[in-house]
């Protein structure tokens, strides 16, 4: 459920039609809607009342302050993967009480700052790590609260690049490991240990590898206890789908009630990591048409967004629905919307049936408020966009389009060059 819908054919999102923000903002920009934010992030934290939870937002999604504010005031945490999501994290006002530290990287600076901001819990993807925060906790006099990130060897049947919890993949510890990994934290004087982490992968749309990790997390809470290491936080992770054209993702609701379900009787607070399932249907990206043309096989419709703005088509053969924003009575054409980038891989939708939309008119990306300005780069010295929110009848721009100065930026050039 979004709220960008039609009235009298013209598209709005909230009580604002997508003209009146393109005239005043320019194009292309993304566009986030206020109230589906809010209803994403309470359907989902709702979905587990009763529950002894802590939803921790993953900025990786989207991490604009408007938005980590916006959520930080509905009571989310932060799930971060790096020293910058951190810092954004801080700023939004987010208590680093609720600031949960994944990442297979980390970077000895990284881990200093979170264990100065004093975070919940570093999620730990390697023994070399597992050493460098035990040793960078001991020299900052700190204690360094621990999980470690087990890579239960479960497949999400999700795209490649974002499946994450198979043993091949590079994340995490597998169980056997990661039982030593317990042992030998057991013995460190500057980590304690608290929780136990996973992450599966991304858009996933059936709840089966969900179960399947957390028996398989269970049966290590198991054999912990028996240790006598008591797990008090259970990490279960992000990935929950979204529908993007006809994927039916379990609702919140199925996807809880089977985690309750399998967790009955375990005494331990659940942390959950979503990141897609809040902001995804939250945002569309708007951009103009700006030429037609046929080529030898194929129609083009060429618009001023390209994949440096939205990256997820190219990348991952990913689907977003293209909707006009006036629906004027256009003929249907079989089209690749394509950018202006000088590459082939450069398109928004491939052989899609589009409205034949001409030169000044507009169409809207659906379902690009997470990954979609996050993934954006500045290739060919093109602007990053702006980025706007709609609350009932306002709007705001929250992120301003960049300039060409802006693309500038810490560029010199040596006194070597004349
Ligand atoms: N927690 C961890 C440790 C993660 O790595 C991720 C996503 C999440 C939570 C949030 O997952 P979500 O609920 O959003 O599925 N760029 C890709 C997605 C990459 C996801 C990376 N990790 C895309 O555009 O589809």
């Known amino acids: 459920m979004h709220h960008f819908t039609y009235k009298d054919n013209e598209l709005y999102c909230e009580a604002v039609t997508v003209r009146e923000i393109a005239a005043a903002v320019g194009t292309p ?32 999604a989207n991490a604009s302050q408007a938005i980590l504010r916006l959520l930080k005031n509905l009571g989310s945490g932060l799930d971060i993967v790096s020293g910058g999501e951190l810092y954004r994290g801080l700023k939004a006002g987010i208590a680093p009480q609720k600031i949960v530290y994944s990442g297979v990287g980390k970077r000895v600076e990284e881990i200093d700052d979170a264990l100065s901001a004093g975070i919940l819990m570093f999620n730990v993807e390697s023994l070399e ?9 001991g020299t900052l006099g700190k204690k360094a609260p621990i999980a470690i990130r087990v890579n239960p060897d479960v497949d999400p049947k999700t795209h490649p690049y974002i499946s994450t919890g198979l043993k091949k993949n590079k994340f995490g510890i597998d169980t056997r490991a990661a039982l030593e990994g317990y042992l030998a934290a057991n013995q460190m004087a500057h980590v304690n240990i608290i929780g136990i982490d996973c992450h599966i992968g991304s858009q996933i749309t059936q709840v089966q590898p969900f179960v399947d990790a957390l028996e398989s997390l269970k049966s290590l809470i198991g054999e912990l206890k028996q240790k006598n290491i008591d797990i008090k936080f259970l990490d279960m992770g992000g990935g929950l789908g979204i529908t993007y054209n006809d994927e039916a993702p379990p609702h919140p609701q199925e996807y809880a009630r089977t985690l309750v379900q399998a967790l009955k009787d375990m005494p331990v607070r659940l942390i959950l990591e979503p990141g897609r399932v809040i902001v995804g249907n939250a945002g569309i990206l708007v951009t103009r048409a700006l030429y037609r043309k046929t080529g030898g096989a194929k129609n083009f419709m060429i618009v ?10 190219t990348l991952y053969g990913a689907f977003h629905a293209i909707w006009p924003v006036s629906k004027n009575k256009y003929e249907t054409i079989k089209a690749d919307v394509v950018g202006p980038i000088c590459e082939t891989g450069d398109f928004l939708a491939q052989d899609r049936e589009v ?46 389009r960049q300039n060409y100065e802006d693309l500038m930026i810490g560029e010199t050039v040596p006194s070597f060059i004349e």
């Open 29 to 60: 920009f993304y566009l986030y809607s206020h109230a589906t934010l809010e209803r994403h992030f309470k359907a989902f934290d709702g979905a587990f009342e009763g529950i002894d939870r802590l939803i921790c937002y993953s900025a990786k």
């Open 304 to 313: 001023d967004a390209g994949m440096n703005d939205l990256l997820r088509p």
């Open 129 to 137: 790590e597992l050493e460098l925060i035990n040793q960078r906790a």
């Open 355 to 400: 409205p034949g939309v001409s030169h000044g008119d507009l169409l809207a990306v659906m379902s690009a408020g997470a990954y979609g300005f996050m993934m954006a780069s500045n290739y060919c010295s093109r602007p990053r966009l702006a980025e706007v929110m709609v609350k009932d009848d306002q709007f705001e721009v929250i992120r301003a």
